[in-house]
């Protein structure tokens, strides 16, 4: 059963980067009928899809957050990564990790989330 | 790209059927069939409910059902049951191949 597991830093201090890491298990990454994704929920807020990417690296960026944001993979490890430059306390949020099929038509695997405080 | 608008709050009681909307425009709703709606209970992880406007996967109560006119796609839960209580969000894809939420809507099961 295919699994996805956020990890990284639940503080980052502001203007630093934020990284996460949504490891794959269960499955692989390279499935040519999946995207893989970050949606990030602010408390008490709504959700925000951040950004998406193949297994071939090409990457799809809320255009909100495109120049602050990098997104990659590694077939290798089986895994995927979020990194967001010059963060405020904004971006304070859970950040989940997911699955998304073509056209985005459907998130149908998503991470247990993690916390991210943004604060000195 | 802004989000689409979902109304803040619905209720209803249980056994009776209530209907979430939520606009956009042509650029996403309104241009493809590719909406869906998540249900998510505090502290958990969303789970979709319906993808591609109107199809349920499995495992999904067929009490959940969705449809789509114009830039306007609608969630209706038949039969509520005090569990159905939730936020729920609709996303779609959109012109510029990005996706976009639903501001959310918290539903009341009186």
């Known amino acids: 059963q295919l699994q996805l597991q956020e990890s990284g830093p639940g503080l980052v201090k502001p203007s630093e980067t934020l990284s996460l890491t949504c490891t794959v298990s269960?499955?692989?990454?390279?499935?040519?009928?999946?995207?893989w994704g970050w949606i990030r929920q602010p408390p008490g807020r709504g959700l925000e899809w951040i950004g998406s990417?193949?297994?071939?690296?090409?990457?799809f960026y809320n255009p909100s957050l495109r120049s602050r944001l990098t997104i990659s993979v590694d077939t290798s490890k089986n895994h995927f990564s979020l990194k967001l430059s010059s963060v405020t306390a904004a971006d304070t949020a859970v950040y989940y990790c997911?699955?998304?099929?073509?056209?985005?038509?459907?998130?149908?695997?998503w991470g247990q989330g993690t916390l991210v405080t943004v604060s000195s | 790209q802004s989000a689409l608008t979902q109304p803040a709050s619905v209720s209803g009681s249980p056994g009776q059927s209530i209907t979430i909307s939520c606009t956009g425009t042509?650029?996403?709703?309104?241009?493809?069939?590719?909406v869906s709606w998540y249900q998510q209970h505090p502290g958990k992880a969303p789970k979709v409910m319906i993808y591609?406007?109107?199809n349920r996967p499995s495992g999904v109560s067929n009490r959940f059902s969705g449809s789509k006119s114009g830039n306007t796609a609608s969630l209706t839960i038949s039969g509520l049951l005090a569990e159905d209580e939730a936020d729920y969000y609709c996303?779609?894809?959109?012109?510029?191949?990005?996706?976009?939420f639903g501001g959310g809507t918290k539903l009341t099961v009186l």
């Open positions: 997911a699955r998304l099929g073509p056209y985005f038509r459907s998130i149908d695997l």
């Open positions: 269960g499955g692989s990454i390279s499935d040519s009928n999946y995207y």
């Open positions: 990417i193949f297994y071939s690296g090409r990457t």
């Open positions: 042509s650029s996403d709703v309104g241009g493809y069939d590719y």
């Open positions: 591609d406007v109107s």
């Open positions: 996303a779609s894809y959109t012109r510029s191949s990005t996706l976009v």
